[in-house]
Structures are given as structure tokens and as C-alpha cells.
């Protein structure tokens, strides 16, 4: 007859779970699930909330945009799936008042614009801004401050938009969905959709630009993009799509969480490897037992495993249920700091939390289990027979390989993923050789300090294998915590450094040739302004390598993108600010070269196939440009400066007609100096980015924020992994105290041994956490977010200090109990 | 039971040839039903042999053969399920599972064994050892003649037919253990089982069909 495990099993976690056996290892995973379950509910909730935030950059979740109406039928399917629905027809046009003409870009908008964000006006120049739900009415027109003073004109005055006479109720100070396309842009006009008609200048063959902006919950959003991707003619504009220096933030935030996310799995790992060692170490007598009884092996290891399996599965789901509630706590505490209320969480954090507790666990607490199958029956008549303990590869081979298979799920960076695991695996490693010398150095030494400590030093010595263990399990653990304290603080100031006070907030363009040594004089005169002037130079792409571009040829959508649209060229001797050359060489000097030359922004590059030293032809005004290009470059988009796709060498350009571009900072006192050049420069427009700037920060403040609270959870479980480190050699301290106490040793004598050896695991550990903190510091730094390289030496001295206190303090509370226990109690057990 | 030339050699770098004889060219044969005394001085190689015939350990020389079966020829667990079918034990410090109560001790080798309806047999077993009142206890609310009672119990639970006690009074005070002597003899006789017992008390000893005594691993007498 066989045994039936399934049984054996549950009576063995029943009978485990009631005599305290297992609550530890349970209390991990759930603590580990819900820090995990947390963080992954959270983050599914702030990403969901993020990306409303984002939307509104786009005033909508989805926009499509098309060069003829969006028929009716796309608009009614979008009804079908339960989106709210609203068309934008735009274009550009004279808007004379008077004898004033301007061009200006006209968005003609209905009821329900926009879908996401908020419109803002005011009712005169520079005069104070409210937000509005309403759009302009039949017959009147909202415009910007920019057409506002080229006109010349009130509110209340009345202006000519094609054959209609519109009349001017408010200035528009902030739009939603004005930032992307902000070089190509005139002033803006802002009319009542049902006016179009009566202006006439929806003709046949006339340049329209239809859009449909679409809102809804995600996962209709979702459904309806998937249904609507294969139809053509129509430009999908999701988020993630448009706005480069927006997804340049939401992929930032995106590695951030998925950093915590990473951490929380492996400290949760870390905390349950600890008490799978202290739980199997507590169960050798029992195998022995049992294998004297006639267990065999696979008896042991099948009810065992089966035990783990249910334990990890029961805790997840315990653990879950927590995660969802801390998380909802923590929404709740947010809400007053975020702008919107955040969504509910999808299902699927439960599902991944489970699975993840479940690899979790088994990855790192089964080589543990795995031991019990070679406790040798003879222990029960040789009572010091324990089975070999694991070797390195053994007790963490399973561990990495479940981080390798939980991590990429988890981060979906497969680059951030390699370098946390790879940075964890050595500081692991570097952390058990550095405790290993630190321990023999100490070792060494130990007949020069007092009792205590020489008590404290010979137990460290001799638990020489516990001891590492749990440096490392307290290293790893103040590791992470530092690095999600002080390290973080350091990489999240950089990252908000990348938009500094200073971040140019106005952008000339239209800038004649004739207006430029005025302009530098100008600007020269008022110090408050300096710019670098950019020529802007209108360009087609016809050829590449001498074959003429046909954009229906290229296999990437972007491509034909790319293709069919006209480039502004600039020629420049320096790399601009805020660009890096990812592949070839910058031109050297600044004098003109006879080889006309190119360098291309990476993206593009890639998006049409062309590479370092690839010969392009551009037509501009008329005539053909060859060149060759000499570079491709990163652009950090999100700084704001006037940055081009391509940049020419000097020279290359001199002959063409162009037009020259500048942007600059100006502080608020400073508004007048735009009002002066407006008079001196009347055909240069001026485009005030601030708005746009201050919403992009207060997103950027807002992921900022999430990801510390995001972090926070991982704290946490930094701090299980240090109770749980302190916990494997708490049953061998215990017993030791109480032995002393029975040969006659005062509980004073007992604390100073105890605080000595927890005083210099606490120093070693911690020595060994701020030099790899520091290490994954640089490392994340440089390779992952791209930031400079920032070293925080305050870690050298909190570190050390932080992690003797905190390891003394928990040490000694939990020997505490002992200590007031009659020491028979404490043997006995 | 059957010992041929059993002998048992470890690894012990400061002697000569780098080898320690514990137990040396054990010989000897006991039948069934009868009991065998292993008696000798501390380190003089009892627990060794004990472990060598119950097949917890691997004899370095020579062989045991149990019910006809030669352990060598099984491996650990085969040895395992040798032991689940026909072997039981009884040890000096009990070695009750302090996280299940007394019954569920004497549950343990019958599930482990696929026996159906475990509990009847165990509470049978508990009953005769005259602990019918504590099926519930764990092993710390007992004295300990009663834990050694349960552990009696669990070695007659899945029907052995030989019985190995080492040192099963060691740790009891003098009429405690006589009880529990008499219990293992009684049992013993009631189920037929062949008995073979560790021990330093030449009374106890006496008892026995036969005794064995060594010294320094080999045997000195053998008095029946």
C-alpha cells in the first residue's frame, strides 16, 4: 500500500501550523505577498492613473486623426464600445481684424472638448486665468495671447475667420493638447465646430485636419484600438504614441516601479530562504524520525514539497487580501495629493501575486526542503548527523532562477532586469567574501577587547556560517533600503534636475533672416535673454543611397511616416545641448565644409533604416542636397530646448532661404521684454511653453511621489528580511543564554555578550551594504537611467551607524524574552 | 536475524592507517520470536551494531540478513520500506515528534505505511500500552514513562517482526523503567515479535534469551 502524501501533507502543515512551526516562514510569504501584491496593486493603479494624467497632454485616452472627416461609422463604433466621443477640425488660416492679418491656426471644437484636461482662459492680456468646462460659443472665438496682440484687438472685438465675422470672448491661456507640434504651429483660434460652415473654408482640396478624440475606461480603449488599428487612412494617437518628452517620462516612472517591484521580490525571496533554513533545521529530528518509521525519500520530499506549495499558495492569497487592503489604505492617504482619484485595481495583481509568491517560495525555500530528504535515520541514534548543508549553487541556483523568471514579468525591462540580478548575484557575493575576511580579521584580534566583546567575537566565529548568512541577509536587506532611501533621492533629484528652474519657457520662431542681428541685438541689450538662434530650413526627403524614397515601400508605419513628411533642417557647428552622439562622429570646427554632411536623430534613423554613412538627398526649395550621414544622435526631448531631427554641417545650408527659431528662459517679472519684442519683431510669433512646463513637472512630481510611496512597501520588506535574519540564530542564542544563566552568568554579563556580537554584525554588515549600495548606485546610474554619476559619501557614515542600531535594538528584544524566562523553560524547549 | 562477519570501519585521520575499526567481524544469529541483549561499556560499539542490523547504517564488511533479506542488497529506500514493514523501534530519548499529539505518534508508521483507517489501530496500540486517556497530548504534557509508553505503542503499531530498543530505560527512573521493561516483554510475547535490546542494566539484560556482550568492538561473550 502506498501512502497517501496529499494526506500526509495537510496533516503535517496542520500539525507544523499549530505547534508555531511554520508561522514564520507563512508570516514571510504573506508579508512578502502583500508587500509584493501592494506594489504590484498600487502600481497597476498609478500607472492606470498616470496615464489619465497623461492623457490629458492629449485631452483625450485615444485620438484618431485623419486628412478627410472620420467617417461615421468609426465614430459609432467608438459609441458601441462604450466611449465618449467629440471631433476637432483644424487648420490654418487668415484671421484679419481690421486690416490686420494674421495667420493663425484654427480648431474648430464641439461640446465635450476636451476629454481629458482642462481648458484655461482669461478675459484680458496677462489678467488672471480660470479653468473652464465650456467652449466658445456659436459666433465667438477664443484666441491666444500671441494672435491676441498681433491683431491689435479687445475682447469683444470682432474678427474675420474665412467668409464668417466671429466674435473674440476670451483668451486661451492654457490648452490641453497644444504642445507637440509646437514649431509648426501659428497663433491659435479656438471657434464652435457648427460655425465651420458658415467660414467656407472647408473646400475641396483645402488642408483639414479631422480628429476624433476618444475617452473611456482602458480596457475599452483597448478593445476599440484593436478594432479600429486595421483601418487605413487614420493616424491612431494613443499616449504612448505622441508626445515624446511624455513617453520619455512614463517609461522613467515605468523602470522606477519596476525597480521596486524587483527589490520586493527578491527581499521577499531572501526573507523566506532564511525561515526555510530555520524551519528545516527545526525538522531534521522529525525526518530522521520518520525515516526510521519507513519513510523513504521520495515519501519526505513529496510532503514536504506538497507542504511548501500549500503554505506559499494559502499565504499568497492571505497575503494578497492584505496587499489589496494596504493598498487601499494608501490610495486613500493619497488622495488628497493626487490631482485625480485613482482607478480600481484590475484583478490581476491577485493572479501574479500568487504565481509569484508561489516561484517565490518554492525557488528559494525548496533547495532548503530538498535537504530533508538526506537526513540519515541514524540521527536518531547519533543526534549530531546532519544532512551536508547546501553549497552555493545549491542554495541559490533555484533562487536566481526564479528571480530571472519572475523579474522581467515584474520590471518588463529585460536590461534593468539583467543588471539588478546581476548586480544582486555579486553584491551577494561580495558581500559573504567581504563578511568572511571582516569576521577573520575581527576573529584575530578578539583577545584585545573586553570579555563582552571577546564573547561576542568567539560567537560570531563560531557560527561562523550563520553569521555570514545573516550579514548577508542584513546587508542585502540595508542595501536595498539605501538605496531606496538616500540613492533614490539622489536619482529622483537628478531626474527633476533634468527640468531645472531655467528651462526655457518661450520659443520664437518665424524669426526672418533680416530680423537676426536685430534679435541678437536685442537680446543683447536685455541680458535677461540668452539664446542660441537656430536656422530652420524646410526639407523633403526624396532619396537615400541615390534611390528615390517611396513611402509606401518602407515596412514601419513610422517610416512612411517619416517619409511623407516635410523636416525642418538646421545646420549647427557644436553638438546642441541635450544631444549625444550615439553612433559616428560630431563634425569638427565650425567652418564651412564643401562635403555636405548630416546627423540624424536616432529614433528617425532607425524608423527609416538609414545609418552612419548613408548618403540622403533632400529637396529644399526646389533644389536637391546630398549629403552623407556623418552621426546619429539621442536627444533628451523632455528638456525643452529647440531640438531638430536632422542637423546639417555648417555650409551645407548657406544657400537656402530660411527661417531661424530660438527658445529661452524669462522670468515672470520679466513678461514685458516679450511685449517689447512683440512690437519690435511683429512677424516673429512667440509661443509661451510655461503651462506646458508646469503640467510636465507636475507630472513628473506626481511619479515622483508614487514612486516613493511605491518604495515605501519595499521598506517594509526590508525590514521583514532583517527580523528574519536575526530570527535564524535566535534558537541557538537562546539556548546559549540560557546555559550561561545556568552556570552562574548575570543577565548583565549576558546583554554585553549579546549587544557585542550584535554590535559587530551590525558594523560589518553594515560596511559591506554602503559599499555595494554604492556600487549598484553607480551602476544603476549610469547604465540604466542615464543620469550622472552621483556618489552619496553620507551612506559611508549612516549606513554603519543605522545598521548597528537597528540590528542591536531588534537583537536584543527579541534575546529579551529569554533573558526573563527561567532558563530551565528555554532548555527544555 | 542473521550478522556475517559484520564489521564497520570510519575515516579517522589520526590513526595509522587513517581507518577506526568500531565493530569488527560481529557474528551471530537470532530466530524468531526469541531476544537478544547487546550489552558492553560505553564506546565498546552497541549503538553501532544496533544501527547496522535495524539498516539505519551501511556495514563496511560482512552482512545482515533480516527475515531472510540481505540488507546489502537493498538500497536506503528499500532499506526504508524494510524498516516501515517489519521493523520497530524503541529509543532511550523517545524520539516522540513533540508537534503531534500521542496518537498522531502512533499514527505516523500506519500512514506512512498507506494503512487504512489509522486511527483505530493507534488508539488499539495506545489502549494496550495503558494510555487511553491521553490520545490527545503532546509529548511535553507527558511524563516521561508515558512518552516512552507512546513510543512503545508506535513500534508495535504497524505489526513489526523484530523489535529494536536501544537504551529504552536510560532516561527513567528505576520503577518507571520496570514497567516499562515489563511492557516491551509483555508485548513482545503477545505479538510474537523477535526483540533485540541495547542496554547497560545486566538485570534487564537477564531477562533476555541471549546476551552479547562487546568490547571494543568485538564480541567477548555470548551467553544464552
Redesign the interface.
Known amino acids: 500500500m502506498k501512502p497517501d502524501i496529499l494526506q500526509l501533507a495537510v496533516k503535517s502543515l496542520l500539525r507544523d501550523w499549530r505547534s508555531g512551526e511554520i508561522r514564520l516562514i507563512a508570516i514571510a510569504i504573506i508579508i512578502a505577498v502583500a508587500s509584493l501584491t501592494s506594489v504590484s496593486f498600487f502600481t497597476d493603479r498609478v500607472r492606470q492613473a498616470t496615464e489619465i494624467q497623461a492623457t490629458e497632454l492629449l485631452a483625450a485616452d485615444l485620438v484618431l486623426q485623419s486628412r478627410r472627416p472620420v467617417p461615421a461609422d468609426v465614430r459609432q463604433l467608438a459609441l458601441d464600445h462604450g466611449l465618449i466621443t467629440t471631433s476637432i477640425t483644424g487648420m490654418r488660416s487668415m484671421v484679419m481684424a481690421g486690416d490686420k492679418l494674421n495667420m493663425a491656426e484654427i480648431k474648430a471644437v464641439e461640446a465635450g472638448y476636451p476629454i481629458r484636461g482642462k481648458l484655461r482662459t482669461s478675459s484680458g492680456l496677462f489678467t488672471a486665468e480660470s479653468v473652464t468646462t465650456d467652449i466658445p460659443g456659436p459666433g465667438t472665438v477664443w484666441i491666444d495671447n500671441q494672435l491676441f496682440q498681433q491683431l491689435g484687438i479687445q475682447i469683444g472685438s470682432e474678427v474675420s475667420v474665412g467668409s464668417a465675422r466671429l466674435t473674440v470672448s476670451r483668451i486661451i491661456s492654457y490648452e490641453p493638447d497644444r504642445g507637440g507640434d509646437m514649431f509648426n504651429i501659428a497663433p491659435r483660434l479656438m471657434m464652435n465646430l457648427a460655425d465651420i460652415p458658415a467660414t467656407n473654408l472647408v473646400l475641396p482640396g483645402s488642408r483639414v485636419d479631422y480628429s476624433l478624440l476618444l475617452g473611456g475606461e482602458s480596457e475599452a480603449i483597448l478593445q476599440f484600438r484593436q478594432a479600429i488599428d486595421a483601418r487605413t487612412g487614420l493616424r491612431i494617437q494613443g499616449i504612448r504614441d505622441a508626445r515624446p518628452e511624455l513617453k520619455s517620462a512614463l517609461e522613467r516612472a515605468e523602470q522606477f516601479l519596476g525597480l521596486a517591484a524587483l527589490v520586493s521580490v527578491a527581499l521577499a525571496g531572501l526573507a523566506m530562504a532564511m525561515s526555510a533554513q530555520r524551519f528545516v533545521t527545526r525538522h531534521f529530528d522529525n525526518c530522521a524520525i520518520m525515516r526510521c518509521l519507513g519513510a523513504d525519500q521520495q515519501t519526505i520530499t513529496r510532503i514536504y514539497l506538497l507542504q511548501l506549495l500549500m503554505l506559499s499558495t494559502l499565504s499568497s492569497i492571505i497575503g494578497c487580501a492584505i496587499g489589496y487592503l494596504g493598498q487601499e489604505i494608501l490610495a486613500r492617504l493619497l488622495a488628497g495629493m493626487t490631482a485625480s482619484v485613482l482607478p480600481a485595481a484590475s484583478v490581476g495583481p491577485v493572479f501574479t501575486g500568487i504565481a509569484a509568491g508561489t516561484i517565490t517560495a518554492v525557488g528559494f525555500a525548496m533547495p532548503q526542503i530538498l535537504r530533508l530528504r538526506n537526513v540519515s535515520p541514524l540521527r536518531v541514534l547519533r543526534h549530531d548527523m546532519d544532512p551536508l548543508p547546501l553549497g552555493a549553487i545549491g542554495s541559490y541556483g533555484t533562487a536566481i532562477a526564479a528571480l530571472a523568471f519572475l523579474t522581467p514579468w515584474q520590471s518588463g525591462n529585460l536590461r534593468l532586469t539583467v543588471y539588478t540580478l546581476l548586480g544582486m548575484l555579486l553584491t551577494a557575493i561580495f558581500l559573504a567574501g567581504g563578511a568572511v575576511m571582516l569576521i577573520r580579521f575581527l576573529h584575530r584580534y578578539r583577545s584585545r577587547v573586553g570579555t563582552a566583546f571577546r564573547f561576542g567575537l568567539a560567537n560570531i566565529s563560531r557560527r561562523a556560517n550563520s553569521s555570514i548568512a545573516q550579514i548577508l541577509g542584513i546587508g542585502l536587506g540595508v542595501m536595498v533600503m539605501l538605496l531606496l532611501t538616500l540613492v533614490r533621492t539622489d536619482l529622483l533629484d537628478e531626474w527633476r534636475g533634468r527640468l531645472p528652474e531655467g528651462t526655457p519657457n518661450y520659443f520664437l520662431i518665424n524669426i526672418s533672416e533680416d530680423d537676426v542681428p536685430a534679435l541678437n541685438q536685442f537680446m543683447g541689450r536685455n541680458n535677461k535673454i540668452v539664446a542660441a538662434i537656430y536656422p530652420m530650413i524646410t526639407a523633403r526627403l526624396v532619396a537615400i543611397n541615390n534611390n528615390t524614397v517611396d513611402p509606401d515601400a518602407f515596412p514601419t508605419e513610422a517610416g512612411q511616416r517619416w517619409a511623407r513628411r516635410s523636416y525642418n533642417l538646421t545646420w549647427a557647428a557644436a553638438l546642441p545641448v541635450a544631444n549625444e552622439i550615439s553612433t559616428g562622429a560630431w563634425w569638427p570646427g565650425s567652418s564651412p565644409d564643401d562635403d555636405p554632411l548630416f546627423s540624424f536623430e536616432q529614433q528617425i534613423a532607425q524608423d527609416l533604416g538609414v545609418s552612419t554613412g548613408d548618403t540622403i538627398t533632400f529637396l529644399i526649395a526646389g533644389q536637391e542636397v546630398t549629403g552623407r550621414i556623418a552621426s546619429t544622435r539621442r536627444v533628451q526631448w523632455d528638456t525643452f530646448n529647440a531640438n531638430f531631427f536632422v542637423i546639417a554641417n555648417p555650409g551645407t545650408l548657406d544657400n537656402y532661404p530660411a527661417n531661424y527659431i530660438t527658445s529661452f528662459y524669462l522670468d515672470k517679472d520679466d513678461k514685458h521684454l516679450i511685449i517689447e519684442l512683440v512690437k519690435a519683431f511683429p512677424s516673429v510669433t512667440i509661443y509661451d511653453v510655461d503651462a506646458l512646463i508646469t503640467e510636465v513637472r507636475k507630472i513628473m512630481e506626481q511619479v515622483i511621489r508614487t514612486v516613493e510611496f511605491v518604495f515605501g512597501f519595499t521598506l517594509l520588506a526590508g525590514l521583514v528580511v532583517l527580523a528574519a535574519a536575526l530570527q535564524t540564530t535566535h534558537d541557538e542564542r537562546s539556548y546559549e543564554s540560557a546555559l550561561l544563566s545556568v552556570i552562574g552568568a548575570g543577565r548583565r554579563q549576558i546583554l554585553a555578550g549579546l549587544a557585542a556580537e550584535f554590535i559587530c554584525i551590525g558594523m560589518i554588515a553594515g560596511i559591506l551594504a554602503a559599499f555595494s549600495a554604492t556600487l549598484v548606485e553607480v551602476v544603476l546610474a549610469k547604465y540604466v537611467f542615464d543620469m550622472d554619476i552621483v556618489i552619496n559619501y553620507l551612506v559611508w557614515l549612516i549606513a554603519p551607524l543605522a545598521c548597528t542600531a537597528v540590528i542591536l535594538v531588534a537583537g536584543l528584544a527579541g534575546t529579551w524574552r529569554v533573558l526573563s524566562t527561567p532558563p530551565i523553560i528555554t532548555l527544555r524547549q | 536475524m542473521q550478522a556475517e562477519h559484520l564489521g564497520k570501519q570510519v575515516s579517522s585521520p589520526g590513526s595509522p592507517d587513517g581507518r577506526l575499526t568500531i565493530l569488527d567481524n560481529i557474528n551471530f544469529s537470532l530466530q524468531s520470536g526469541k531476544s537478544l541483549a547487546i550489552v558492553g561499556v560505553s564506546g565498546s560499539g552497541k549503538?553501532t551494531l544496533?544501527?547496522l542490523l535495524a539498516g539505519?547504517?551501511v556495514a563496511s564488511n560482512g552482512r545482515v540478513l533480516l527475515d531472510n533479506i540481505d540488507l546489502n542488497t537493498l538500497d536506503?529506500?528499500g532499506r526504508?520500506?524494510?524498516?516501515?514493514?517489519r521493523?520497530g523501534?524503541v529509543?532511550q530519548s523517545f524520539?516522540?515528534?513533540?508537534?503531534?499529539t500521542a496518537l498522531?505518534n502512533v499514527m505516523?508508521?500506519l500512514?506512512?505505511?498507506?494503512?487504512?483507517q489509522p486511527e483505530k489501530t493507534a488508539m488499539a496500540r495506545l489502549t494496550e500500552v495503558g494510555l487511553r486517556e491521553r490520545f490527545g497530548h503532546y509529548p511535553?504534557q507527558l511524563s516521561g514513562g508515558e512518552q516512552q509508553r507512546v513510543a512503545i505503542a508506535?513500534a508495535f503499531a504497524?505489526g513489526p517482526k523484530i523489535l529494536f530498543a536501544?537504551e529504552p530505560t536510560g532516561n527513567l527512573d528505576q520503577k518507571t523503567a520496570r514497567h516499562i521493561i515489563e511492557l516491551v516483554f509483555r508485548l513482545n510475547r503477545e505479538h510474537g515479535t523477535t526483540l533485540i535490546l541495547v542496554t547497560h542494566d545486566h538485570a534487564i539484560a537477564s531477562l533476555c534469551d541471549r546476551r552479547l556482550t562487546l568490547a571494543g568492538g568485538s564480541i567477548l561473550t555470548d551467553e544464552t
Open positions: 549503538s544496533l544501527g539505519l547504517d536506503e529506500d526504508a520500506r524494510l524498516r516501515n514493514q521493523v523501534f529509543f524520539h516522540l515528534l513533540k508537534s503531534l498522531e505516523l508508521p500512514e506512512l505505511a498507506g494503512v487504512e511535553n508506535r504497524a536501544d
